[in-house]
């Protein structure tokens, strides 16, 4: 059973690739990733541009704001996929993520336009898209998935969320899990307001997702805080791994009255590292 890396990212900041004012201050918004789009948020006529915008700027910034980078490109359907490949292959951009992802044999051609070490990161928004979920998570130099959930809405034509979307959701979910990916990053919330991207985080919770997409800075700091544990469960998680490691490796050890074994230490390890306290043991 593996146990959530202390770096793994929890927010991803879209910004439109033709708005190369945004870039700098998506950077500083403290979304641990921003992602560079040149899909949906930018017009067919502003592609071109967008493109130009992000090679000249990702080439004036150090490793450690690289690193924090992806570039959204276009489906491989859309006319403007191969010129979006030419784009990460000019800029020596190790991190993109590829629209409607359908199968591995699209990661693999994405990775081929991009340096040695590169990673992608599947976005699931349609019906074969989920249905291929298992053999994406498993393709190589994969980093972990994402659920586009207000395409496949669109691809299923369903009137809202539901139980359709939840099922598929989880299927996402599930494939992750059995490829050891992460777990999968949530969809955006049209909304701005603070309680319902609350609302749409718990419920993406629940079908066991720890990071999600996001439109503005106001949600990053919202999900960033959604996240951060309450101080009365991070003293518990602490008094457990204190107590834990103390024990010398004993399989079951008791902290305030309440029997602890591996799977609850495990619980209070994934509470530290959100809170960025903890390594795994």
């Keep these: 059973m593996s146990t959530m890396n202390t770096r793994q990212a929890i927010t991803y900041l879209f910004v439109p690739g033709n708005r190369p004012e945004r870039f700098a201050k998506a950077l500083a918004s403290g979304a641990d990733r921003v992602i560079l789009d040149l899909e949906d948020a930018v017009a067919e006529a502003d592609k071109a541009q967008a493109r130009e915008s992000i090679s000249s700027w990702v080439a004036t910034l150090a490793s450690k704001d690289m690193d ?18 030419l784009c990460l292959q000019r800029s020596c951009i190790k991190h993109s993520m590829l629209s409607k992802c359908e199968s591995p044999e699209q990661v693999a051609q994405v990775l081929a336009h991009m340096p040695p070490g590169s990673r992608v990161l599947p976005l699931i928004e349609t019906v074969r898209g989920v249905l291929a979920a298992p053999a994406i998570a498993q393709a190589s130099n994969v980093s972990r998935l994402a659920f586009g959930s207000l395409d496949y809405l669109l691809d299923m034509d369903l009137p809202g969320p539901g ?50 997409m996001c439109i503005h800075p106001m949600q990053v700091a919202v999900v960033r805080e959604a996240f951060e544990p309450d101080a009365q469960t991070l003293a518990w998680a602490q008094r457990v791994l ?5 024990s010398n490796g004993a399989g079951v050890i008791q902290v305030d009255g309440q029997m602890v074994d591996k799977p609850v230490l495990l619980r209070a390890e994934r509470i530290l590292a959100l809170a960025g306290q903890s390594q795994s043991l």
């Design 68 to 85: 924090r980078l992806l570039v959204r490109i276009n489906d491989v359907t859309s006319p403007c996929h191969f010129d979006d490949l």
């Design 242 to 246: 204190g107590q834990w490691q103390q």
């Design 163 to 212: 139980f359709a979307l939840d099922s598929a959701a989880l299927t996402i979910a599930m494939a992750s899990r059995a490829a050891n990916l992460p777990p999968p990053v949530a969809g955006v919330t049209p909304e701005l307001d603070a309680g319902q991207v609350q609302s749409d985080l718990a419920h993406a919770r629940a079908l066991g997702y720890v990071a999600k």
